[in-house]
């Protein structure tokens, strides 16, 4: 089962600010399956990066994604007030296909 | 617009069997290029990727919880269902149903979920 690890648990940034947040995979993530997912208090999960670096239907592109192998990231270059949420990655070339722990953006 | 909707009972009883239905409505359950899975939250806790089902029923489960689970699917009633059986505490969480492209490679399906529902708690309880 490939472990994914997001560093930090809550992040404090102010808006107008750049945020980049950290996923590290246990093992090599195939070929670039690697999602990212953005919640918000009380709601289902929405999906923003899939490939590492795809953005999802209708995700604005301040939101970018990068990495391969084991190392992750997602970038938010400026932050809006509604992007203070929870980000969680995914792996999905491995079954169980697993989710990272998520690191809360919150407003500083 | 699709929409995704969770029902079932909010509350089940240690040891009994955990059933919830996702009705899929402007969408069909029937594409080819979808399956169908089920996601679950702890409360404050991370997301587990639970199993997922064809329409023409094909299904894949996690191992870790292969041998309690069941997903099933009626096209005619535009729904999947999960079925977990002798739950405990551990099994508390929001339920989601959720939509997957059908995404493949030479080794397996890729599974990512780019639709949710809006989630149900089952609370685990006598």
């Known amino acids: 089962e490939i472990v994914l690890t997001q560093a930090r648990g809550t992040l404090s940034l102010s808006p107008g600010e750049r945020a980049t947040l950290s996923c590290r995979a246990s093992?090599?993530?195939?070929?670039?399956?690697l999602a990212w997912y953005q919640q918000k208090p009380g709601q289902a999960p929405k999906l923003l990066i899939y490939?590492?670096?795809t953005r999802a239907t209708g995700i604005p592109d301040r939101f970018s994604g990068s990495g391969s192998g084991t190392d992750f990231i997602l970038t938010i270059s400026r932050l809006e007030p509604e992007d203070f949420a929870v980000y969680y990655c995914?792996?999905?070339?491995?079954?169980?296909?697993?989710f990272g722990q998520g690191t809360k953006l919150e407003i500083k | 617009q699709l929409q995704l909707k969770e029902s079932g009972p909010g509350l089940v009883k240690p040891w009994e069997t955990l059933s919830l239905t996702c009705t899929v409505s402007?969408?069909?359950?029937?594409?080819?290029?979808?399956?169908w899975g089920w996601v679950r939250q702890p409360p404050g806790k991370g997301l587990e990727w639970i199993g997922s089902?064809?329409?023409?029923?094909?299904?894949s489960y996690n191992p870790s919880l292969k041998s309690r689970v069941t997903v099933s699917v009626d096209t005619s009633k535009r729904q999947f269902s999960l079925r977990l059986t002798s739950v405990t505490d551990a099994d508390t969480a929001v339920y989601y149903c959720?939509?997957?492209?059908?995404?493949?490679?030479?080794?397996?399906?890729?599974?990512?979920?780019?639709?949710w529902g809006q989630g149900i708690l089952v609370t685990v309880s006598s």
């Open positions: 959720a939509r997957e492209p059908n995404y493949f490679d030479n080794s397996g399906r890729l599974v990512m979920f780019d639709e």
């Open positions: 402007g969408g069909s359950l029937s594409s080819q290029i979808y399956y």
């Open positions: 089902i064809f329409y023409r029923g094909t299904t």
């Open positions: 093992q090599s993530v195939k070929s670039h399956y």
């Open positions: 490939g590492a670096s």
């Open positions: 995914q792996q999905y070339g491995s079954s169980p296909y697993t």
